[in-house]
């Protein structure tokens, strides 16, 4: 996969966009997910994978897009960069027609797609003849790309873009719960991206960190084409509203109170797996580790 060396912004403006991008509850709690994913598989990864980890994360390279950071902050960098490093957007998700119940078996886009930048990215990061550099870079991504793999929209049909074709319409009193007033439509992927996480933090009055810790998901069995299909599966569920009846036409809080659960199951599985595969990847887990199969090497 190419890399972008064309930098043109200082690291503070980065860190800049960070901070802002953390605290606009409008377009970022799909920010806020990634980042609770990578802090939450931070705590259960073994010490010897933090310790690199943090390592990697304090690299810094301008001409990369890479500044010190956390690692929560760092899995928010692969949306960050879209804009300069436009071979990446394919890289987020997987279309998956309707016809498809194994994600391994879908044809690959030219372009790429989320599992093979997973695999890609994989082998960088696991490979200590790679530069840091290079290292660093595969870690955000890996990071984002595991917490994108959960995201039930990613493995959406490419007609309706992953659900951002199919539109909702936002009631008054639905946009002012969710300080939204003066939003009056939306559409499926954005509200399983960020209003899901929000209606759950709203309602419960808590972090989203302390909602998906005390999630009961714990299910780290399997491999990155096992968690694929793992979420294809949710996908399909009649309660998500994806199948051939038809869609809703608005955005209810029946439609939230059902799917919030979900979400955050699939937002605490993405933190248990991501250590799991960061601990196999860097070979510091006492446990034998399967081999991760992926489309390159199946």
């Known amino acids: 996969m190419p890399r972008n060396r064309a930098a043109r912004c200082s ?14 509850a409008a377009s970022a709690w799909w920010d806020l ?12 990864v073994s010490p010897a994978t933090r310790s690199e980890i943090e390592r990697l994360l304090n690299i810094e390279a301008p001409e990369r897009y890479l500044v010190p950071e956390s690692f929560g902050a760092s899995c928010v960098w692969a949306d960050r960069i879209k804009g300069k490093y436009k071979a990446s957007r394919s890289w987020h998700y997987l279309n998956v027609p309707q016809l498809f119940t194994d994600a391994a078996k ?4 030219e372009g790429g797609d989320i599992l093979s930048a997973l695999a890609t990215f994989s ?3 696991s490979d ?4 840091d550099i290079d290292r660093a870079e595969a870690l955000r991504f890996i990071g984002h790309f595991l917490g994108d793999l959960h995201q039930p929209m990613h493995l959406g049909r490419k007609a ?21 007033q003066k939003r009056r439509v939306t559409n499926l992927h954005a509200v399983w991206d960020g209003y899901s996480l929000l209606y759950a933090t709203r309602k419960q009055n808590e972090s989203l960190i302390k909602l998906i810790t005390e999630s009961s ?26 199948n051939d009846a038809p869609a809703l036409t608005s955005l209810t809080e029946a439609y939230l109170s059902a799917i919030t659960p979900i979400a955050l199951e ?8 991501l250590a799991v595969l960061l601990d196999s990847l860097l070979a510091f887990d006492p446990q034998p580790q399967q081999p991760i199969p992926t489309k390159a090497t199946e």
């Open 123 to 125: 082998r960088v990061f």
């Open 266 to 273: 699939q937002l605490s599985t993405a933190a248990y797996r």
């Open 11 to 24: 690291g503070r403006l980065v860190v800049f966009a960070i901070a802002w991008s953390l605290s606009s």
């Open 217 to 242: 998901a714990r299910t780290t069995e399997g491999d990155v084409l096992s968690w694929a299909n793992d979420t294809l599966t949710v996908l399909r569920q009649d309660i998500v509203r994806y």
């Open 160 to 180: 309706d873009r992953g659900g951002n074709r199919i539109k909702m319409d936002l009631s008054p009193d639905m946009a002012m719960s969710l300080g939204e």
């Open 33 to 44: 997910g990634h980042h609770s994913i990578c802090e939450l598989a931070l705590e259960k």
């Open 106 to 109: 879908v044809p690959q886009p």
């Open 128 to 131: 200590s003849r790679q530069s």
